[in-house]
T-cell receptor, first 113, second 120 residues
């Protein structure tokens, strides 16, 4: 079945760039997403990318998509302590109800000053 | 952006009682809402898809009679955990799809803040 894999932890220093990686299995996914979750809170949509794009940039965030390898990455430039959170990669897939999201287990980003 | 409100944020109840969680889309009409369950340090597991005016579609392994979902209006879906037991303790999160902001093919979902359920 569909599966999304992520590394579980990433630790960086403030000011450095962070790169969070994700692999997915469903090649028919039309959209892929990055969500951020702060402690005890819901998920905040950070960005998404259409499957026919290779890259999307939005301020400090850069998403790279390698569709051939089914690999998605999120780069955060000039990482700040406020970026510390769990980052979820997700892909869209069809289910009996229409279209749903399947999430990875999340990457915990820890930013030290 | 679109706002989804979820209440309560935290609830503690006794075993055998029922708990209702509300999910509201505040500034858009959501024909489709989703209910997820999240275990500690785990991913979100889709429980069911809730469509306004029709029965919810449950994922495999989720008990329909245990987790009652009602989507009576375009801005409100409720999840009722019936006869709750300690193993139902978890973090429940709802999301809503806004058709007007890419909710169709883009499947953009906006999430509530979650409800921490503790069953004693």
């Amino acid at each position: 079945g569909e599966d999304v894999e992520q590394s579980l932890f990433l630790s960086v220093r403030e000011g450095d760039s962070s790169v969070i990686n994700c692999t997915y299995t469903d090649s028919s996914s039309t959209y892929l997403y990055w969500y951020k979750q702060e402690p005890g809170a819901g998920l905040q949509l950070l960005t998404y990318i259409f499957s026919n794009m290779d890259m999307k940039q939005d301020q400090r965030l850069t998403v790279l998509l390698n569709k051939k390898d089914k690999h998605l990455s999120l780069r955060i430039a000039d990482t700040q302590t406020g970026d510390s959170a769990i980052y979820f990669c997700a892909e869209s897939f069809p289910n009996q109800a229409g279209t749903a999201l399947i999430f990875g287990k999340g990457t915990t980003l820890s930013v030290s000053s | 952006g679109a706002v989804v409100s979820q209440h309560p944020s935290r609830v503690i109840c006794k075993s055998g009682t029922s708990v209702k969680i509300e999910c509201r889309s505040l500034d858009f009409q959501a024909t489709t809402m989703f209910w997820y369950r999240q275990f500690p340090k785990q991913s979100l597991m889709l429980m069911a898809t809730s469509n306004e005016g029709s029965k919810a579609t449950y994922e495999q392994g989720v008990e329909k009679d245990k987790f009652l979902i009602n989507h009576a209006s375009l801005t409100l879906s409720t999840l009722t955990v019936t006869s709750a037991h300690p193993e139902d303790s978890s973090f429940y999160i709802c999301s809503a799809r806004d058709p007007s902001s890419g909710g169709g093919a883009k499947n953009i979902q906006y999430f509530g803040a979650g409800t921490r359920l503790s069953v004693l």
